[in-house]
C-alpha cells in the first residue's frame, strides 16, 4: 500500500507541484498528516507554538492518480481516519467569532482515547474525526490550503467523516490530491476559529471517474447527497449550493424546476459548515434514497 509521510506537506495546493507520490485509478492510499497548526503547539504554556516557520493548514500530498484528466472527477472513498493520541484548541484575539472575548492566545492540549476526548470532570466527549482539508489542485495558479474553493480545500465540513465518498474536481492530470487538518471533533460553523485539532492517518480509495456530471466538491455521507459551495458571504455561499443541487435534482430523478425546486423546500437542509476562513463555505443535503426511487445511483 502507498504511504505518503507527514514530511510531504505543504500550504499551497499548485497544480505545478511535484507529486508526492503516484497510483493507480482504484488504488488504496495511505496519508499522514500534521495538524492545522504544523504540530508546532505541543504545550499548553507555549500557545504560539514551537516552530518559527510553522506552516499554516499543512496538507499532505499531493497525490497523482494515474488516469485522471481534465474534466474527470475524481471518486475519494475516506476508508478510515485514525486520529493521533490527543489534539489542540487554541484561542485567537483577531479571528473568530469570538476574537473580542480575548486578548492573547491561549492553548488547551486534550488526550484522545477509545474514541473520546475529556473536556472537564463533567463531560466526556464522543469524538466524530473529521477531514478539514482535501482537494484537488486547482486550473489557476495555487490557492492556499487556509482557503476553500471550486477544487476542495479548507472546506471544514464536519460531514466529511470515515464511511463518506468525497466527489473533486480533475483540473489538471493525475489531479494532485491532498489531505490535511483533521479535527476530532467539530461543530458546524468552526464559531472559534477551531476544532479539536489534531494529526493522523487517512485511508482512502481514489477513482478517476470518466464521463460523469457532478456538481463538485459533492459529497456522499450517512445516506445524504450534499453539494458544497464557498463564497466571501454566507448568502453566496448559500445560493450557490442550493442551486447546485437543484440542478442536480432536476437531472436526478427528471422534474422540471417546479418539482426540483418542492422537493428541495421539503427535503433539503443547509448547514453551515464553516464562517472563519477567507471564503465561508456551506453544504445542501438531501437524502439519497429519494434519488434512488426515481432510478439514481450514484458513481
Known sequence: MIVIGRDKVSDILDKKAEPAAVCQSGETVVFETRDCYDDAVVSEDRPLGDKGDALENPATGPLYVEGALP?????????????????????????GVFHEDFSERTARIFELKDGKAVFDENLTLELDTMIGVIGTAPLEDGITTDTPESHGGNMDCKKIVKGSILYLPVNVPGALLSIGDLHGLMGDGEVMICGLETGGQVTVKVTAVKNCQLPT???????????????ATLDGAGDMAAKAMKEFVKMATGKDDLEA???????????????????????????????????????
Open 71 to 95: 474534466g474527470d472527477i475524481l471518486k475519494v472513498e475516506i476508508l478510515d481516519i485514525a486520529p493521533r493520541s490527543w489534539g489542540v484548541m487554541r484561542s485567537s484575539p483577531v479571528a
Open 217 to 231: 466538491p459533492f459529497l456522499y455521507c450517512r445516506g445524504d447527497v450534499m453539494t458544497i459551495q464557498s463564497a
Open 261 to 299: 425546486g418542492m422537493l428541495m423546500s421539503l427535503l433539503s437542509n443547509m448547514a453551515v459548515c464553516q464562517v472563519v476562513d477567507p471564503l465561508k463555505t456551506i453544504r445542501v443535503e438531501f437524502p439519497l434514497k429519494v434519488l434512488e426511487a426515481y432510478g439514481y445511483k450514484l458513481p
